[in-house]
């Protein structure tokens, strides 16, 4: 099937600092992917559709030039959160959309949970 | 727009017992729906979907729904729960063509329990 991943799954990090998180399809090509911002007991919301060699949709509300996303390649998206603040601590989900049996779906990452201390 | 709203944030069930997880969504448009599970930690896996033709749709581990129109829902039920179903689910739907591969738009979640 289709497996996406996310790497780390767990990063701690100092305020004002960066943090890079990736997403890759291991197993197919994706020329979209979406990153999603989950906060505790909270839903999904999402923050920017990543289409591969072209800049990021981000949605209403979410700073771009505070998550930087590139997708440079069929299989990596990576979301950069500069300047991380304690605020900016939560569970963000990537996921991919691939075409099966005539229908897109979309895969899911297990997760990266970002601490900004 | 559309919306998801999942009124249950809660639902504690025994095991073996049956369980409903109530959905309901508003769009003004032919909408794609979807129930997701998340374990602790996890990211989201996909129990099943509706697209189109039978309204009731079977999915994994047992899980199935009911789409129905005329009351804008997108029930999910089990007959009989096992302690491993304990987890967070999501109700999402999706408009547009391709179905999932638009922006899906998740309800709050519902948290089910289960207890021996």
């Known amino acids: 099937g289709a497996v996406v991943s996310q790497h780390p799954s767990r990063v701690i990090c100092k305020s004002g600092t960066s943090v890079k998180i990736e997403c890759r399809s291991l197993?197919?090509?994706?020329?979209?992917m979406f990153w999603y911002r989950q906060f505790p007991k909270q839903s999904l919301m999402l923050m920017a559709t990543s289409n591969e060699g072209s800049k990021a949709t981000y949605e209403q509300g979410v700073e771009k030039d505070k998550f930087l996303i590139n997708h440079a390649s069929l299989t990596l998206s990576t979301l950069t959160v500069t300047s991380a603040h304690p605020e900016d601590s939560s569970f963000y989900i990537c996921?991919?959309?691939?075409?099966?049996?005539?229908?897109?779906?979309?895969?899911f990452g297990p997760g990266t949970r970002l601490t900004v201390l | 727009a559309q919306s998801v709203t999942q009124l249950d944030s809660q639902v504690p069930v025994f095991e073996e017992a049956p369980v409903e997880l109530r959905c309901n969504y508003s769009?003004?448009?032919?909408?794609?729906l979807f129930w997701y599970v998340q374990y602790p930690n996890q990211g989201l896996q996909l129990l099943l979907k509706?697209?189109?033709?039978?309204?009731l749709v079977k999915g994994i581990n047992g899980f199935e729904a009911e789409f129905n129109k005329s009351q804008t829902s997108f029930h999910l039920r089990k007959p009989s729960v096992h302690i491993s179903d304990t987890a967070e689910y999501f109700c999402?739907?999706?408009?547009?063509?391709?179905?999932?591969?638009?922006?899906?738009?998740f309800g709050t979640g519902t948290q089910l329990k289960v207890e021996l």
């Open positions: 197993d197919f090509q994706a020329t979209t």
């Open positions: 509706y697209l189109s033709g039978s309204t």
């Open positions: 999402a739907v999706s408009v547009g063509i391709t179905g999932g591969g638009n922006k899906l738009t």
């Open positions: 769009s003004s448009v032919s909408v794609y």
């Open positions: 996921s991919a959309r691939v075409k099966a049996g005539g229908y897109n779906e979309q895969f």
